[in-house]
């Protein structure tokens, strides 16, 4: 019996400003968000409403301090980075379809609706 393995390297890059204020106005770092990646259970959504240059991203996902965040990214073009915008703690609604996908066993598909523009930062 042969066992394979394999090994994902994620990188992230962000802007300290950028990090600091959303430190200061949501109690998030850049440094806790970048864990929600690696929640096998995330949810991410395509940002059409803030996709500019690049595609934009919503992740819903727990964090290592065991708070469930939203976090807005993209995909940077030199290399496999990930480029975090902004993070905040999920609202009691976005908590909820955290929740109840986490407890199926089916992906989910195209919920988008469940961020609105009051909710994006």
Same mark, same amino acid.
């Given at each position: 019996?042969?066992?394979?393995?394999?090994?994902?390297?994620?990188?992230?890059? =962000?802007?300290?400003?950028?990090?600091?204020?959303?430190?200061?106005?949501?109690?998030?770092?850049?440094?806790?968000?970048?864990?929600?990646?690696?929640?096998?259970?995330?949810?991410?959504?395509?940002?059409?409403?803030?996709?500019?240059?690049?595609?934009?991203?919503?992740?819903?996902?727990?964090?290592?301090?065991?708070?469930?965040?939203?976090?807005?990214?993209?995909?940077?073009?030199?290399?496999?980075?990930?480029?975090?915008?902004?993070?905040?703690?999920?609202?009691?609604?976005?908590?909820?379809?955290? =929740?109840?996908?986490?407890?199926?066993?089916?992906?989910?598909?195209?919920?988008?609706?469940?961020?609105?523009?009051?909710?994006?930062?």
């Amino acid at each position: 019996m042969q066992n394979n393995y394999f090994i994902i390297i994620i990188s992230f890059s =962000w802007d300290e400003k950028k990090n600091e204020a959303d430190k200061k106005k949501h109690g998030v770092s850049f440094d806790e968000a970048r864990t929600v990646f690696y929640d096998e259970n995330a949810i991410r959504y395509f940002d059409p409403d803030h996709s500019g240059d690049e595609d934009g991203f919503l992740m819903g996902g727990m964090s290592q301090k065991l708070r469930i965040l939203i976090v807005c990214h993209c995909f940077r073009e030199e290399g496999p980075v990930i480029g975090i915008i902004s993070a905040r703690k999920a609202t009691k609604g976005e908590e909820d379809v955290y =929740w109840s996908e986490k407890s199926n066993t089916y992906p989910p598909i195209g919920r988008s609706v469940l961020f609105n523009d009051n909710d994006l930062i």
